[in-house]
């Protein structure tokens, strides 16, 4: 009969991340998505070993720029994570959500970095309880969102919101 793996000790899973981002190229990617897999199945989807994992995953997705989508949909996938698992208002939400609205911009893919800045502008924020190292970023979403809508073709309500998200940043 099967018997089912043990479940992996902490010091197991960053030996796997490790591992996995010594391979050269994106080579490890297979490992950590299986990781991330088998981390969720044991500890369940929230689970705060997986956001080394997240991370470990989009790093090595990046090295390998001829793969944009799916590089952008991991980054998306953990930033959606940790907006989950931390909340939309954790420094490191916000800052997986600010990277991936940029990384979208280069790209050129207008629709995904307006979600990214979407989901800062979004987030409900305590701006005396966040830490004076977000602050810039959640003012770079803000001013992010609100040039997109000020150069909306649709303009009209987009301009009323952009002075509003303009304003907000200030």
Known sequence: PDLPEPVMTDAEITGAIAHAMDQPGSRGLADLAALRDRLQAERGALAPALGPVWKALVQVASRRHADRE????????????????????????IGAWVELAFSAEDDFDQPLATRAWEAVAAAPLDLDALPADALPLVSQ???????????????GDRIDEARRLFERDL
């Open 141 to 155: 979403a803000l001013r992010g969102l609100a040039s997109r809508r000020a150069s909306d073709s649709r303009a």
């Open 70 to 93: 799916q590089r952008m949909e991991l980054a998306e996938d953990r930033a959606r994570w940790l907006s989950t698992a931390l909340g939309p208002s954790d420094p490191e939400t």
